[in-house]
C-alpha cells in the first residue's frame, strides 16, 4: 500500500541554520505530496504541496520539489528561526481524497 | 473564530464508558475526517464523511463510530473506551473542488482513558 517515509527526529539546530527534513515515498500511480506543520497545542496545517514530478512547492522561506526518479519530497529551508520550532509531517494523497501521513519530525531550533 | 473547532479540547474518562468527540465547522466543506495521532505512528485515518450521507470506515475504525449530524457536523464516538483509544483526535475538512487535496484541521482532543 501506500506509505511515507521520514527521517526521525527530533532535528535540533541553532538559528539561521539550514534545514533538510528527508521524506521518502511509496505509492501507486502519481500522487501529490504535501508538508505539514503542527505547531505546539495546534492541528496541522498545510504548509507546501506539489503535485506533479519536479514541481517546488514553497512558503514561508521553506521549499519542496517533488522528485519521481528518487520518490522523495525533502523539506528545506535556508535559515531557521526558534519560531520554526514544530513538528513537521510529509503526506501524500493518491487521488482517492484521503492523506497518507508520515510519523512526522520533530525540530528544534535554539536562539 | 476558527474554522474547525472540536470539543472538549482534553477528556479523562474511564475504561467501559460511552463517550462522544464533536466537531463543526464553518469553512461550508463537504469532506469531514477523523484522525488519531500518536507518538510515533503519525495520524490515521478512522471515519471519513463525503456528504451528510456518506460515511467511510478508515484504516483503524474498530472501536469507534461516527455520525454526520449536518454538512457542518460530524461527530466521533466510543461506545465502551478502552485505554489504548488514549491519543490526540483530529477532525478535518477538505472542500470537493480542491479534490481534498488541502485538508483543514481543527486542533485536537486530548483525551485519556484510564
Known amino acids: 500500500g501506500d506509505s511515507v517515509t521520514q527521517m526521525e527526529g527530533p532535528v535540533t539546530l541553532s538559528e539561521e541554520a539550514f534545514l533538510t527534513i528527508n521524506c521518502t515515498y511509496t505509492a501507486t500511480g502519481y500522487p501529490s505530496l504535501f508538508w505539514y506543520v503542527q505547531y505546539p497545542g495546534e492541528g496541522l496545517q498545510l504548509l507546501l504541496k506539489?503535485?506533479?514530478?519536479?514541481d517546488k512547492g514553497s512558503n514561508k522561506g521553506f521549499e519542496a520539489t517533488y522528485r519521481k526518479e528518487t520518490t522523495s519530497f525533502h523539506l528545506e529551508k535556508g535559515s531557521v528561526q526558534v519560531s520554526d520550532s514544530a513538528v513537521y509531517f510529509c503526506?501524500?494523497?493518491?487521488?482517492?481524497?484521503?492523506?497518507?501521513f508520515g510519523t512526522g519530525t520533530r525540530l528544534l531550533v535554539s536562539p | 473564530d476558527a474554522d474547525v473547532t472540536q470539543t472538549p479540547r482534553n477528556r479523562i474518562t474511564k475504561t467501559g464508558k460511552r463517550i462522544m468527540l464533536e466537531c463543526s465547522q464553518t469553512?461550508?466543506?463537504?469532506?469531514m475526517y477523523w484522525y488519531r495521532q500518536d507518538p510515533g505512528l503519525g495520524l490515521r485515518l478512522i471515519y471519513y464523511?463525503?456528504?451528510?450521507?456518506?460515511?467511510n470506515k478508515g484504516e483503524i475504525s474498530d472501536g469507534y463510530s461516527v455520525s454526520r449530524q449536518a454538512q457542518a457536523k460530524f461527530s466521533l464516538s466510543l461506545e465502551s473506551a478502552i485505554p489504548n483509544q488514549t491519543a490526540l483526535y483530529f477532525c478535518?475538512?477538505?472542500?470537493?473542488?480542491?479534490?481534498?487535496?488541502?485538508?483543514?484541521f481543527g486542533p485536537g482532543t486530548r483525551l485519556l482513558v484510564l
Open positions: 469553512k461550508g466543506h463537504d469532506r
Open positions: 503526506a501524500l494523497n493518491t487521488g482517492f481524497q484521503k492523506l497518507v
Open positions: 506539489a503535485t506533479k514530478a519536479d
Open positions: 464523511s463525503f456528504d451528510v450521507k456518506d460515511i
Open positions: 478535518a475538512t477538505s472542500d470537493f473542488t480542491q479534490g481534498g487535496e488541502t485538508q483543514y
